[in-house]
């Protein structure tokens, strides 16, 4: 029984280090990068990566690199600062910017919303578009930050949208 | 048969020397009790053999036949016992003769397992580790796709300027359409002024 102890415990360790060293998935699964730059800071998926952003007002663009399809991801999300020159609040501009948005285009709006972030008011519309031949999903969630108003603006083609769920609630949730 | 006789006087006086020099403190214990187990294997050995020369009939004298018929039952027994210390002292080891040797202790097994324990130890670390970079995703925070997002949550404001050239002036229509879909019509292009008839001063009266 002596004689097998040294053996019985290397054994052991092998199967600690093959176990600990090989089965990580879910671990990585759930990892995340942090973003801090241009007076913010949000997390966002490990598997995502940056992004040049194009959009008017663009601050940040995160992208699902697996999802790119000539150039651009169809899974991202991307942070807009609105461009506020009447100083309108929060909820003005946010109104303002819906007032006319659906009128006459290809996105038809699918819910609005409001709620709590961080302590403050957020205003969420949702909206599918069928731009450049892919049809996508968008959720705008609009917060103010100091004296700036942003918008997390979250897309994904309508059937990957579900599942990238978590991934924009990281984005959103840990905005700062 | 002399021989026998001195040799055990020798073993006897071997054995009050031992005695003496255990008395006065001159050996050990332990080299008293191994020494005392050597003489006393001697002895016994030399009592083996006297037996053994009794029974061959070289120390023998008249005696009755139950005599004779114990005797050789004892002589039996005796030349067994003699045969067994014969083959005791061939084939086992004397301990005196293995004592330079180095015999492998439990101990000694013990600092090998020790040893290859530690070093299964180190290596599992390494290899976990190494396994552990070559399997890790690094933190992608710069994406290995180069990855362009121009979605807005803005209306598109679009500052399109058509210029229209007249004949003899320029106008310019600026229009912001507030669709993408809708195609902005131009105004009408307005004519240009018809040049006014001047009269020839050399007119000739029709």
Redesign the interface.
Known sequence: MNRNLPIILMATLFMVVLVSGCITNDEKANQSNNYTKGGVFFQYPHSWGLAKVNSTGGVAAVGDPQTVVNGKPTTSVVIQKYNNTNYYNLQTAYEQNYAKFFNNTGKTKVSVGNFTLNNAKAYETVYTSSESGIKKKYRAVWLQKGGNIYVILCSAKVEDYDAQKANFDLVINTFR | MLKIVSDRKKLELKFEELERDYTQGNISKKEYFAQKRDLGRDMETLNAAERVRRMQGRMGSEKTLDHWSEQEDESKKLAEEAEKEEMLKKYITNPNSIKGREIPTREW?GKR?KI??VA??VL?LV??TS??FL?I?K?????????????????P?ANNTTTITPTNYTRTVDYTP?????TPTPEPEPEPPKPTPTPSPCGTAG
């Open positions: 097994f397992a290859s324990l299964f130890i599992a290899v976990g396994m552990g399997f995703n933190p992608s925070e710069v994406s290995s796709v180069s990855m362009l997002v121009n979605d807005s949550a803005f209306p404001v507030t669709t993408t879909t809708n």
